[in-house]
């Protein structure tokens, strides 16, 4: 950091004794008042009309700022939250949305960001998306209006936009009151306004903390091919929007249905929404959070997303939970805060805190145990390619370093799913191919992500694939599949920050919700068959012939422990998670032909040690760890629930 961002961050914090003597400040501290913090909305111009009412757009922008250093002339830095759920759905696992007061101005601002950080020298900015509560515009769930409504502010705060002292009138004001570094933060939909607006290169937004964020539109809607839900764009657009643009915005409502085709094609409205394909225009560095087992924003947008951005050379950092689709605020709050903090003071006020030569990655490994790793995934970490064979009995097939040979035929059951192919994995059902490897004599751990690639022979014109990684042994986890997706909720509050009459800094506490298991889904990945083809487009099959297709499997972080066992499993419709094709086709696996590249620390080697296997081929070299994924060729140019309403 420059010695000008230092001298800066030097007046923004309490002047301790170490500071007076000439050290240099290691942590912001709450010397500003949040009782007389100023409060006030602009509407920021984005340029577009996409309401086509004959104006351009203006998004809301509710603004809470220290009052001291504006008194003083000093500038502060900005932590912004974009988000279409401000009205509708609420923030948080509270639900919390803003309330105004007589004027128009903020009283609460959901989440603590604004209780905890304003009294530490830092604006906190609630920016509602363009067709969302008090903006102009329209929802275009992750394309156009979304990004720019949320870059238009990045861009007034560093004094290349316009923006307005109300929603109509002529009125102009500036933001001189900040130096315009900004992070931006937010979990579900709000990061993913993060991920895009930084993958556009806007100057000025310093750092990104997307939660459960999306990274490609079209993997959350589809899996090369096979839908994930039984609803497009156009759903979510609706659920959003405010009265006032869902009346204007008829027309981008009709861009995101023909733009979107349940086909699972590639079209330019998918390639608009694509921020990995852009990711060599990142400037701002990330701090990424996911749930290992979000079923909702899922692990499929990890893996592209991390690796494209250590090609492009951004510093990153990484936690990976246990949970579903939780905020960490809610599964590990006192280190999260302490860890936020420390992440803004250095990425926004350029303390020298030392957050940056501390591993890169935080690992729940299991409920609130967590482990370090210093690169993720570890630096040791090969693809190692295994392959199915034929049991000697009635039950599981084997997993193991030797070609197999022969077949093997399961028949679609969309009544059933990956728990229930994992409960029955050592007898012989008729609706899977399980694979597994003889009991482990070490510890295995599987760390980014898998490749499967099957040739397989149809029944039928349609069918959907799905590949499991599963652990075979007890063990203890949080239960994302219950409600609360591994946390329970509380009575008890505790306080992270400033209060006032308007809006209270305290929430209520959780813990862990646990369930025993006698097997854990490792990784999963899922296709269409008819999405064979390099170009990415689907295709009617033909009955009886042989089609051979790669299943992109989700990065993970996953110690299978010593005398568990690691399986694979090959089936069709995964129940809940994807659609069933139009037909019900028995699928015949070649085995021969059928692999899966699983990134093992060690690789190989160490696969071969824990199965007491002896060594093949050597390993494939994996870039930092993770095999870029199977690429679909997209078009150049250009889900079912929320991506995390709360």
Not at 161 to 167: K, L, P
Not at 251 to 261: F, I, K
Not at 580 to 597: F, G, H
Request: charged share 25%; proline share 7%; hydrophobic share 35%.
């Amino acid at each position: 950091m420059t010695v000008a961002v230092a001298a800066l961050a030097a007046t923004l914090l309490a002047p301790a004794p170490a500071a007076a003597a000439g050290t240099p400040p290691r942590e912001s501290r709450p010397v500003h008042s949040y009782d007389d913090a100023i409060r006030e909305a602009v509407w920021v111009d984005t340029g577009l009309d996409e309401d086509d009412d004959g104006r351009t757009d203006r998004v809301a922008v509710d603004i809470v700022r220290p009052a001291e250093p504006a008194r003083r002339g000093r500038k502060v830095p900005v932590i912004m939250d974009a988000s279409p759920y401000y009205s509708c759905c609420g923030r948080g696992n509270e639900s919390e949305r803003k309330t105004y007061d007589a004027n128009g101005d903020v009283v609460r601002m959901p989440l603590f960001y604004d209780n905890y950080f304003v009294p530490r020298g830092y604006a906190v900015v609630g920016v509602d998306l363009a067709g969302t509560n008090r903006s102009d515009g329209c929802v275009d769930v992750g394309g156009r209006s979304d990004i720019r409504s949320a870059k238009a502010v990045v861009d007034w705060l560093n004094g290349r936009g316009t923006a307005y002292t109300t929603r109509t009138g002529a009125e102009r004001t500036d933001a001189g009151w900040t130096n315009g570094r900004t992070g931006m933060i937010g979990k579900s939909w709000d990061g993913t306004i993060a991920n895009g607006v930084a993958a556009t290169g806007v100057e000025g937004l310093e750092t990104i903390v997307p939660i459960a964020a999306i990274s490609s539109w079209y993997d959350y809607y589809f899996s090369r091919g096979a839908p994930l839900y039984d609803s497009g764009p156009d759903w979510l657009s609706d659920y959003v929007e405010s009265p006032d643009a869902r009346a204007r915005c008829g027309a981008v409502q009709r861009e995101l249905v023909d733009g979107a085709p349940r086909t699972g094609d590639p079209t330019p409205l998918w390639t608009e929404r694509d921020y990995v394909r852009a990711a060599k225009k990142v400037r701002a560095s990330v701090f990424l959070v996911h749930g290992m087992q979000d079923l909702n924003v899922r692990m499929q947008h990890v893996g592209p997303w991390w690796d494209a951005l250590a090609r492009n050379g951004v510093d990153r950092k990484i936690w990976l939970s246990q949970t579903g689709h939780v905020d960490p605020f809610d599964f590990r709050r006192a280190e999260w805060v302490a860890t936020l903090h420390r992440w803004f003071d250095h990425e926004l006020l350029g303390l020298d805190n030392g957050i940056d030569r501390e591993p890169v990655a935080d690992i729940e490994r299991r409920p609130g145990h967590w482990v370090t790793s210093k690169s993720w995934p570890p630096r040791e970490t090969r693809a190692a390619t295994l392959r199915p064979a034929r049991g000697d009995g009635d039950g599981a097939g084997t997993l193991g370093l030797r070609k197999g040979r022969g077949t093997a035929t399961f028949t679609d059951d969309p009544g059933l799913g990956e728990t229930d192919w994992a409960a029955r994995i050592d007898t012989s059902t008729p609706e899977k191919a399980g694979f597994v490897t003889g009991p482990l004599s070490r510890d295995l751990r599987v760390s980014g992500a898998s490749e499967a690639t099957v040739t397989v022979t149809p029944s039928a014109p349609t069918a959907h694939l799905s590949a499991v990684l599963v652990d075979l042994g007890p063990d203890t986890i949080r239960d994302y599949a219950a409600a609360g997706e591994g946390i329970t909720t509380l009575t008890d509050r505790t306080c992270w920050g400033a209060s006032t009459e308007g809006d209270s800094a305290c929430y209520r506490e959780t813990r862990a919700r646990t369930t025993d298991v006698g097997h854990t889904v490792v990784s999963r990945g899922w296709a269409d068959l008819g999405h064979h083809g390099p170009d990415g487009k689907s295709a009617p099959l033909t009955p009886g012939k042989r089609y051979t297709l790669t299943l992109d499997l989700a990065a993970t972080d996953h110690v299978v422990p010593e005398g568990h066992r690691l399986a694979l499993i090959v089936a069709g419709t995964d129940r809940g998670l994807i659609d069933p094709p139009a037909d019900t086709p028995t699928l015949t696996l070649d085995l021969a032909r059928t692999s899966v590249r699983v990134p093992v620390a060690g690789g190989t080697a160490a696969f071969a040690r824990a199965t007491a296997g002896s060594g093949p081929a050597p390993d494939a070299g994996v870039r930092d760890g993770v095999r870029p994924p199977h690429t679909v060729q997209r078009v150049p140019g250009e889900g079912g629930g929320a991506p995390g309403g709360r």
